[in-house]
């Protein structure tokens, strides 16, 4: 559909996140190590825009900038990964990537949820270092995952040497992981293991455990941060 079709609306939701697109394919590029154009991830995450224009509901209570940031970034994503074949580096950046844009989305979810009361800045500032250490956790599991598309021919493409060191840390990192799952309640478990630890897609799992997509991304993020947490006590 050409933009002279849209609604007016659409077209405003459009033009006023466009920036977005730049600065999310600049980052996406600088993570990749150059293994993608600028102007091929420009392209892809215009229509992540576009997509997300369309699909924005303000009655959720998200802002559409932040809607748009994970549309346009999981569009990038998607795009790189369909577009070419990478090496594996390449797919693993990219699998840290989503699993940290994720938790981000379920952090917005929950922001859109009704507050508790009585929360104030120190809470605030308790939850945004939860967050990022949340982030951090789902780069690192996202990292050593397998593909979340579960093939896994696409770790044998190029670029497969691991430095033994780097075995060693992912070896302990999936132990620890395996370990804290069994700790968290069944539908965050269900989501974490499957996804991370036997790479089926993740909107695939939710479906199959009959979850919303906005639920399951809430889940995720919960889910995340109890492991951000129980890493963080074991290196303590």
């Known amino acids: 559909m050409g933009a ?4 007016p609306e659409v077209l405003e939701r459009f033009s006023t996140a466009l920036q977005l697109v ?3 394919a600049r980052q996406i590029m600088r993570t990749l ?3 993608a154009e600028l102007d091929e991830l420009l392209s892809f995450g215009r229509e992540g825009l576009w997509d997300a224009a369309r699909r924005f509901d303000e009655t959720r209570g998200v802002p559409f900038r932040g809607y748009a940031n994970f549309r346009v970034r999981g569009a990038i ?3 790189v990964r369909s577009s070419a074949r990478l090496s594996r580096r390449t797919h693993e950046r990219l699998n840290g990537l989503a699993a940290s844009a994720r938790v981000s989305e379920g952090a917005q979810e929950d922001l859109a949820a009704p507050r508790a009361p009585g929360s104030g ?3 605030a500032e308790q939850a945004l270092g939860e967050h990022l250490a949340a982030m951090a956790t789902a780069m690192a599991a996202g ?3 397998p593909t979340a598309h579960g093939e896994a021919g696409e770790r044998t493409l190029v670029d497969t040497s691991e430095s033994p060191e780097e075995a060693y840390a992912n070896a302990q990192l999936l132990t620890v992981i395996r370990d804290a799952i069994t700790e968290l309640p069944h539908e965050e478990a269900e989501l974490v293991r499957r996804h991370y630890l036997e790479g ?3 909107d695939h799992v939710a479906e199959e455990l009959g ?3 906005s639920w399951a991304s809430r889940l995720h993020t919960r889910a995340l941060t109890r492991l951000a947490k129980r890493l963080r006590t074991l290196s303590g």
């Open 4 to 7: 002279n079709k849209e609604s």
């Open 211 to 213: 979850l919303s997509k």
């Open 33 to 35: 190590g150059g293994a």
């Open 200 to 202: 089926a897609r993740f």
């Open 22 to 24: 730049d600065i999310i």
């Open 143 to 145: 990292l050593i995952a």
């Open 121 to 123: 800045p120190a809470q």
């Open 77 to 79: 994503i998607d795009g």
